[in-house]
């Protein structure tokens, strides 16, 4: 939140929400001297002398009118006639000796008597005055701000054991890889070679979206349409003297399987042994879910900026070789990837595990969808960086709270990583295991029971 946005909150407030004093600017009789008038000129000018004068004469008029009277001029002149500094200045000293927007000795109008309403409103302009004048001392009023907001995060969201919130240096951004011909004839030769593992993964996976879009029969329920297959027995319930127990039939309703996928691709330096099975993965899984019309986004982490000015960003507490944490778009949402597999040729293993920043990326994009499944399917081989891990820990809770399932795959030998990073995963040590260890998990996550269409996940 900005300073510009609280102040501009503030003014709408003071204007919807008036309090007393401005009522009694409209009589004479209420000003006594017209008091209460200049004081509010000279506040927008940089003081709140007319709050002062506006406390004592309405102190004053509760005890005696013309005492109070005389008693509101007698202050004013102590207050007005003291020094012959410049008004603007004098006004700022009397601000910054007595008080943020109020020379009252802090007493707003609320201690001569006033409503609820009275009382948000004068707490309003004394906030408003104190804004404007710069006085929240040493402080950057930004930095004051934004910490009172990291504290009703925290107290709103606690952190479990384990965890860590995701608090990157900067934001990463992403960059949409370029791809030739060259590189699509590239990605069909591994297609080619992964065609029986791939055929099974879109097989599988079409199969079970098929038997999600039957409906079922139940015949012999107790309300619905009358059954033809119940007849006979309906009939001799009716003839001996009973009512028909189950005479009826329901079809179940039309399942959704609308699905919404990202692939997120762990493109650090331990990857390098596995950079052909994952390519393999990447490959099988965007095709199978392409031939169902899943919604795909597969992108890859890793570090290495491009072209960022700053040089750095995501979850590091200092920079790795001057650069930051970055995201390599393979597919995006709405693409398809017979337009977009040459990208997949441009793999990388090198570098550090930025794990947690990959997974954000992924995450920011899911929770902005609206199918009925959403899923993350994590490629790596479960060595995130130091630091990552309970960051991780908090996404993959934050995810399924918000009905997005996270599932650890690891490829290849050497990633049994997977099992302790992430409580969802599979293994596969090599690319003839994953189509049945796939389809087995896609048969777990997709079922009625685990719909939460549109869930937001928690920031």
Not at 4 to 31: A, F, G, H, I, Y
Not at 398 to 415: D, F
Request: one cysteine or more; aromatic letters at 4%.
């Amino acid at each position: 939140m900005r300073i510009s946005t609280l102040n501009t909150s503030l003014q709408l407030t003071l204007k919807s929400e008036p309090s007393k004093d401005k009522n009694k600017d409209t009589n004479p009789d209420t000003n006594g001297d017209g008091s209460d008038g200049q004081g509010k000129e000279d506040d927008q000018d940089g003081g709140d002398t007319g709050s002062g004068d506006s406390d004592s004469d309405q102190d004053g008029q509760g005890q005696d009118g013309s005492d109070g009277e005389k008693k509101g001029d007698s202050q004013e002149g102590t207050e007005k006639g003291a020094s012959n500094e410049p008004k603007g200045e004098a006004d700022k000293s009397d601000i910054q000796d007595e008080g943020y927007g109020d020379n009252s000795g802090g007493k707003g109008v609320h201690q001569g008597g006033g409503d609820a309403s009275d009382d948000f409103t004068d707490v309003a302009q004394q906030l408003s005055d104190a804004i404007n004048q710069g006085l929240f001392g040493t402080t950057d009023r930004d930095d004051a701000l934004n910490e009172s907001l990291e504290q009703e995060v925290q107290e709103s969201d606690p952190l479990q054991r384990g965890e860590a919130r995701y608090n990157p240096m900067q934001r990463m951004y992403p960059k949409e890889l370029s791809h030739t011909e060259r590189d699509t004839l590239s990605a069909n030769k591994v297609l080619k070679e992964i065609a029986k593992e791939s055929g099974q993964v879109k097989v599988g996976l079409q199969r079970l979206i098929r038997a999600m879009e039957q409906t079922n029969v139940s015949h012999g329920t107790r309300d619905g349409r009358l059954s033809s297959r119940m007849y006979a027995k309906t009939w001799g319930e009716l003839k001996g003297g009973k009512a028909p127990s189950r005479p009826y039939y329901k079809r179940s309703e039309k399942m959704d399987i609308s699905i919404a996928c990202s692939v997120v691709v762990d493109q650090s330096s331990s990857m390098s042994g596995l950079k052909r099975q994952t390519v393999k993965g990447m490959l099988a899984l965007g095709d199978a879910l392409n031939s169902v019309g899943a919604a795909t986004q597969v992108t890859g982490y890793r570090y290495g900026g491009y072209d960022n000015p700053n040089h750095f960003h995501g979850v590091m507490t200092t920079p790795v070789n001057g650069s930051g944490a970055c995201i390599d778009i393979f597919q995006q949402f709405g693409e398809k990837f017979t337009a977009v597999k040459g990208r997949f040729a441009h793999l990388r293993a090198t570098g550090g595990t930025p794990t947690a920043d990959g997974m954000q990326y992924a995450l920011e994009g899911l929770s902005e969808r609206n199918e009925a499944f959403r899923i993350m399917f994590v490629l790596t081989d479960g060595c995130a960086d130091g630091g990552h891990q309970p960051i991780i820990n908090r996404q993959i809770r934050l995810a399924k709270e918000a009905g997005i399932h996270v599932v650890g795959v690891g490829l290849g030998r050497g990633t049994q990583g997977v099992v302790s990073s992430y409580p969802d995963h599979i293994v596969a040590e090599d690319m003839s295991q994953l189509p049945e260890a796939l389809i087995a998990k896609l048969k777990v996550i997709l079922k009625p029971s685990a719909n939460k269409r549109g869930r937001r996940v928690a920031s």
